[in-house]
């Protein structure tokens, strides 16, 4: 073999090596632990197995506790924090954004809980000349927007008198508001709406204005992040609003695994 097969053979051996490695903390993190059945499940030596492992263990990838098996090491721990950090929040959901506004010609929105309120971080007109106040850079209280209540939802209970207070305070300086709605109210809203896995807004926020939103989860099912369709009583009837509630999930559902959310069963 000349030098130059030799060096492709050495760069296939250890991309063999490198693949095999990743596919074993996969199947480890499925909960196959032991090395009889990592070898059946990938089809390779158990002299194989073993070693990798071995390299695996010495790097702190898997940790091995005797008669148990492997499992998944503390520095795919600190990997999967910083991974979480690095991820482009907005450059990941951008592509499921617009595809859902393509789909409703409705504007749609995208924000997180910063604090308390619903920040603003993307918004992408729709097609039918619609006018509404929120944009990019905004801050609301989190129970004034479907966004906000659709993240609330999937909070602890015990937060959601201090998001009525806060919109309590806020609707006092603010004379264009639709009339609050009793805590225990808004309570019941947001416990429906946990459990189809998605909220309305029916004026709540901006007279002649409806919305519909889903929350965003990322790998380990914290709702981070949340997706609305919003436009004018016109063009959101309330069949329409009870036909997008599954779309809009189901776009949620996407940026979610975008984020490492594995699919619900």
């Avoid at 702190?60 to 991820?87: S, W």
């Avoid at 109210?185 to 926020?205: C, F, I, K, M, Q």
Wanted: hydrophobic share 40%; with cysteine; aromatic share 4%.
């Amino acid at each position: 073999m000349n030098e130059r097969g030799s060096v492709k053979a050495r760069r296939d051996a250890g991309t063999q090596t490198l693949l095999r490695g990743l596919a074993l903390m996969q199947c480890v993190g499925r909960g196959v632990t032991t090395v009889k059945s990592l070898a059946q499940t990938l089809g390779v030596p158990r002299s194989t197995i073993a070693r990798t492992l071995s390299s695996l263990v010495a790097e702190g990838y898997l940790h091995h506790v005797p008669y148990k098996g492997y499992f998944l090491g503390a520095r795919l721990i600190e990997l999967g924090e910083r991974a979480a950090e690095q991820r482009p929040l907005v450059d990941l959901a951008r592509p499921h954004l617009e595809a859902l506004a393509a789909a409703t010609r409705d504007t749609v929105h995208f924000g997180i809980l910063d604090n308390g309120e619903v920040l603003y971080l993307d918004k992408l007109p729709g097609m039918r000349s619609v006018e509404m106040r929120s944009r990019t850079g905004v801050r609301m209280p989190a129970l004034a927007t479907a966004m906000g209540k659709a993240m609330l939802a999937k909070a602890r209970e015990s937060s959601w008198p201090d998001a009525y207070e806060a919109l309590r305070r806020f609707d006092a300086r603010c004379s264009d508001r639709p009339a609050l709605r009793p805590l225990a109210e808004v309570a019941r809203d947001l416990r429906a709406s946990r459990v189809r896995g998605w909220t309305y807004d029916w004026e709540e926020n901006e007279i002649g204005i409806r919305c519909v939103a889903a929350a965003v989860h990322d790998h380990a099912g914290r709702a981070v992040a949340a997706v609305s369709v919003t436009s004018v009583i016109s063009f959101l009837s309330e069949p329409r609003m009870h036909e997008l509630g599954p779309v809009v999930k189901s776009t949620a559902e996407h940026i979610s695994r975008a984020l490492g959310r594995c699919r619900e069963e």
